[in-house]
């Protein structure tokens, strides 16, 4: 059984650019979330999807922006890149089970934006 | 507004007992998530309390008092290996969506 891989790892853009990040859930796992996660502060979160619809939306703006899969895998978007959005970017996947019942995510190694 | 309170560093020595303390003020409350996450890694899932009271597995214990908004994680017998940065998360509604603290980082001694 594989875990959540996220790609890229680290990435450099630059002001007003535009950057998409890759999620593969953890196998049977029909549901994924995105957190962004600044430098010492704990995962904010950004919107969930689950069978290909966003079902949940935390307080960032409209120029975040995912997708889902029919596999579940995943991509964040975000537009008109700032400065504050550099940060490390989490995905998480759960099962309809252990996360409902347990509240158990799982996480990828994330994907490191930096914006110059 | 959503918010969690817990220290934001913590020192302990190697094989002693350690608790980390966490307070809550969310809209909405269906339990308390516990995550370690190691320096560049990835957060991992420790514990997860939905009712009051203790849960116990190996070496990590974490309780929890809605009546109170409060919650800790007890690690015993500490390894070195267990320096890493310790999340209380609040899971608000049937979603998965989790409101996280801003961490503690648990700094052991030899």
């Known amino acids: 059984e594989t875990g959540v891989t996220q790609s890229p790892t680290h990435l450099i853009k630059t002001r007003g650019q535009q950057v998409t990040l890759r999620c593969s859930s953890q196998?049977?796992?029909?549901?994924v979330s995105w957190y962004q996660q600044a430098l010492g502060q704990g995962p904010q979160f950004i919107f969930q999807?689950?069978?290909?619809?966003?079902?949940g939306r935390g307080n960032f703006p409209p120029r975040f922006s995912g997708l889902q899969f029919p596999n579940y895998s995943s991509e964040l978007n975000v537009n008109a890149l700032e400065l504050d959005d550099s940060a490390l970017y989490l995905c998480?996947?759960?099962?309809?089970?252990?996360?409902?019942?347990?509240?158990?995510?799982?996480f990828g190694e994330g994907s490191r934006l930096t914006v110059l | 507004g959503q918010s969690l309170e817990q220290p934001s560093e913590v020192t302990a020595v190697e094989g002693a007992i350690v608790q980390i303390n966490c307070t809550y003020q969310?809209?909405?409350?269906?339990?308390l998530s516990w995550y370690q996450q190691h320096d560049g890694g990835a957060p991992t899932f420790l514990s997860y309390?939905?009712l009051d009271g203790l849960e116990e597995t190996g070496r990590f214990s974490s309780f929890l008092s809605r009546s109170d908004s409060y919650g800790y994680l007890l690690l015993q017998e500490l390894q070195m290996k267990d320096s890493a940065s310790y999340f209380c998360?609040?899971?608000?509604?049937?979603?998965?969506?989790?409101?996280w603290g801003a961490g503690t980082k648990l700094i052991i001694k030899p």
């Open positions: 998480a996947s759960s099962d309809p089970l252990a996360g409902g019942l347990h509240g158990e995510l799982f």
């Open positions: 196998s049977g796992h029909n549901t």
């Open positions: 999807y689950y069978r290909e619809e966003e079902n």
């Open positions: 969310t809209s909405g409350f269906y339990g």
């Open positions: 309390n939905a």
């Open positions: 998360a609040v899971k608000r509604d049937s979603n998965y969506q989790l409101i």
